[in-house]
């Protein structure tokens, strides 16, 4: 009778918990996604407004990352209040570029539904043509414990579409911004 009071206690206790965590990992483009609390419907690559599988990126070119219908945050007053950090490492393990929060000027929160959550990242300066990268993109809830991460091996080559010649002048390389 003990085991039974104590497995109904169990059961009880354990329907009471919500169990929000995930991992996804595409296999086509291998963007690897970890959820604590927070959980996203469809994390997806996106070049000129177009869902890509791709991992290889020319120089200059930019990508993002979407997070679409991203939830688990603690609202308040129906706005949420998200934080979002961007790292690039290089292959070795260091830093090349890192930015600390994406949504710190939304101070008021954010009252969208559904939420779209979106990194940007122009592949150039610091980063260099012919080498390999790791994107990690960390979500956090500021009035909460919930987290969200994604991480992506990409490769950039040299566009070869822009040709320069060099008259007293010195540069690594170039791209176009518009």
């Known amino acids: 009778m003990r085991t039974l009071i104590t497995s109904i206690l169990?059961?009880?206790a354990l329907s009471g918990c919500q169990f929000s965590k995930s991992v996804k990992k595409d296999l086509i483009s291998g963007l690897l996604t970890i959820g604590d609390g927070l959980s996203c419907e469809d994390v997806y690559i996106s070049v000129n407004d177009e869902k890509t599988d791709r991992t290889t990126f020319?120089?200059?070119e930019e990508?993002?990352?979407k997070f679409n219908n991203i939830e688990g945050f603690v609202k308040d007053d129906e706005y949420v209040f998200p934080g979002m950090k961007l790292v690039i490492l290089g292959m070795k393990g260091d830093t090349i570029m890192q930015t600390n929060d994406?949504?710190?000027d939304y101070t008021n929160g954010l009252k969208l539904t559904p939420l779209l959550l979106t990194s940007v990242l122009t592949v150039a300066s610091p980063i260099k043509s012919k080498g390999e990268y790791v994107l990690h993109v960390n979500i956090w809830d500021k009035k909460g414990k919930g987290k969200f991460n994604a991480k992506l091996n990409f490769k950039v080559i040299p566009n070869d579409k822009i040709v320069t010649e060099a008259v007293n002048v010195l540069y690594d390389e170039i791209y176009l911004f518009s």
Do not use: K, Q
Request: glycine content about 8%; cysteine-free.
């Open 102 to 104: 994406l949504y710190s």
């Open 10 to 12: 169990l059961l009880v």
């Open 63 to 65: 990508f993002l990352v």
């Open 58 to 60: 020319v120089y200059g």
